[in-house]
């Protein structure tokens, strides 16, 4: 352990990277100033389907998300990609198709195309988000028309496109039991069926009210029992009005002591966002979270620390 560590990432070298997603139109805001405490770095949306292939399977729109990995690459951060496979987005030319065989060929052509074009400057991948509803089962969009088998395509070409990059599943709400259930369930096959799954992002979109530190520590100990590492990938605490600062912080100290704990099987925490001037849960697009701003991060609309900051920071 360093003795006096200036950054985030230095006092977290010990235990796994941390890192932070911004949109391509924020890397000015933070560069050279709160970026410097994160060694690992996520595009917002710059790698999602509906910005690299917005209108066609073959279209190649990898100038912003190359622009950003260059960046990060040139401030010694390192990569997680983030999606490959998302329902929520995904364009026309492949959310519209009905046939399987031609899905499957889809998927897998479009998985290999950008795994191959980042190679290594992306170490890993979250291959397929969120295909599990809100009412624990599959979503209806992919799984419809092709039933597991897209997922299993997704990984499978992943990995035949770069055996060097590690490959996640990534969804919310898996502290919850019912949905982890479901989760499990799929992880399971997908072992039995030997897909190359190495681990799981836990995206970590958490709250004052109903955040429970057990749930969290359960969550990892069950994903990690399957033998997959995990990831906090997008992590953030909502504080709508900014009228829980206090617990907020205490929260924020009770997840990072519990995800240092699990240091042997947690391979890297990202928070979503950098500070409180730019989230994109601030405005009314989630009435049933809260309306204006949500104050989620560690660092206030003027970069400075927060409570919160020193909470994961001082230990
Ligand atoms: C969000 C971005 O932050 C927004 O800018 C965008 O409009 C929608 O997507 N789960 C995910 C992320 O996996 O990709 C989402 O990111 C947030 C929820």
Redesign the pocket.
């Known amino acids: 352990m360093q003795l006096r560590a200036e950054f985030l990432w230095e006092k977290y070298s010990p235990y796994f990277p941390i890192g932070y997603?911004i949109?391509t139109e924020n890397i000015d805001r933070y560069k050279g100033g709160i970026d410097r405490h994160f060694n690992s770095f996520t595009c917002?949306?710059e790698m999602?389907m509906y910005t690299i292939a917005p209108h066609s399977p073959t279209q190649d729109n990898f100038a912003p998300s190359d622009n950003m990995v260059d960046y990060a690459v040139s401030q010694g951060k390192r990569v997680r990609g983030?999606?490959l496979i998302?329902y929520?987005?995904a364009p026309s030319w492949i959310a519209g198709c009905r046939d399987k065989q031609t899905l499957l060929r889809l998927i897998g052509d479009y998985v290999t195309r950008v795994v191959k074009h980042y190679g290594n400057k992306v170490y890993s991948w979250?291959v397929v988000?969120?295909a599990i509803g809100d009412d624990n089962r599959y979503r209806s969009a992919f799984y419809d028309v092709a039933g597991i088998d897209y997922i299993e395509t997704a990984f499978c070409v992943a990995r035949a496109a770069n055996p060097h990059i590690r490959l996640f599943y990534?969804d919310?709400n898996l502290d919850k039991p019912q949905k982890r259930a479901k989760v499990i369930e799929m992880l399971r096959e997908l072992q039995r069926d030997g897909v190359p799954v190495d681990g799981v992002g836990m995206?970590g979109?958490y709250n004052l009210k109903d955040t429970r530190i057990s749930d969290v520590e359960n969550a990892i100990r069950e994903f990690s029992a399957l033998g997959l590492e995990v990831q906090i990938t997008?992590l953030d605490v909502k504080n709508y009005g900014n009228t829980g600062a206090r617990r907020q912080a205490e929260l924020y100290g009770e997840l990072f002591a519990l995800f240092r704990k699990y240091a042997d099987v947690i391979t890297g925490v990202t928070l979503?966002?950098a500070a409180d001037d730019y989230s994109?849960l601030d405005g009314d697009d989630f009435p049933h979270y809260g309306t204006g701003k949500a104050y989620p991060t560690l660092f206030d609309e003027n970069h400075g620390r927060k409570e919160a900051f020193y909470k994961v920071f001082d230990f």
């Open positions: 997603a949109g917002e949306n999602k983030h999606t998302w929520n987005g979250d988000n969120e990534n919310y995206q979109h997008e979503w966002n994109w």
